[in-house]
């Protein structure tokens, strides 16, 4: 089945610690992104890609990381700069008429 | 910036029509979208509909876009128990970057 897919679902990051997301997609989109959602909040954009090896930041791009060497691939790094990574990550990608679909998310806690 | 507002909470009873509002502020916005969101998953798509259009439906859902006051509704017909989720709407200008309002959380008792 065509979709994204995320993991892990749960991680957990010690102090000064940098960890990765991973975000596949097999739904052949040029586009994805990242958001991330505290909780009773909305999304904010943290990078989105629009081609491979290419990418931009978001609205709250510190203390994060991407790379996008694949079309199916992009992997997001918290780095230790990310005071407050706590929260849950959502990898989305983009279909025609700009829609946008999303994973089932990852759920960040610092220990 | 594009700026997009809900009302945090309806409460409804099964089998009620629940209308969910939403406001955003760009009037070059092109898209609008509507999700679900379940306790715990991602962000499913509901339905979007084009600034072009007045209305759009599918099946119990029903979108109302007033381009004028540039006000967005999601009316689900009978609603059911399991309809309970957040509903986020969401605004683009294209470019495939959207703005989310901070979700309306909709409640169904039975």
């Known amino acids: 089945d065509g979709g994204i897919t995320q993991s892990p679902k749960y991680l957990f990051r010690k102090e000064g610690q940098n960890v990765t997301l991973s975000c596949e997609q097999n739904?052949?989109?040029?586009?994805m992104y990242w958001y991330r959602q505290d909780p009773g909040q909305g999304l904010r954009l943290i990078y989105y890609s629009q081609i491979v090896n290419d990418f931009q930041k978001g609205d709250i791009a510190e203390g994060y990381s991407v790379s996008r060497e694949k079309k199916e691939s992009f992997p997001l790094t918290v780095t230790s700069a990310q005071k407050n990574p706590t929260a849950f990550y959502l990898c989305a990608s983009a279909g025609v008429w700009n829609t946008i679909y999303f994973g089932e998310g990852s759920w960040l806690t610092v220990v | 910036g594009e700026d997009v507002e809900q009302s945090l909470f309806l409460s409804v009873r099964e089998g009620d029509s629940s209308v969910i509002n939403c406001t955003y502020t760009d009037s070059s916005s092109t898209y609008l979208y509507w999700y679900k969101q379940e306790p715990g998953a991602g962000l499913q798509l509901l339905t979007y509909i084009f600034s072009n259009m007045d209305m759009k439906q599918d099946q119990r859902l029903t979108v109302l876009l007033n381009k004028k006051d540039k006000h967005l509704s999601l009316r689900i017909a009978d609603t059911q128990t399991g309809d309970s989720a957040i509903y986020f709407c969401a605004a683009s200008t294209g470019f495939q970057k959207l703005v989310f309002g901070t979700g309306t959380r909709l409640l169904v008792s039975p």
């Open positions: 739904l052949n989109h040029d586009a």
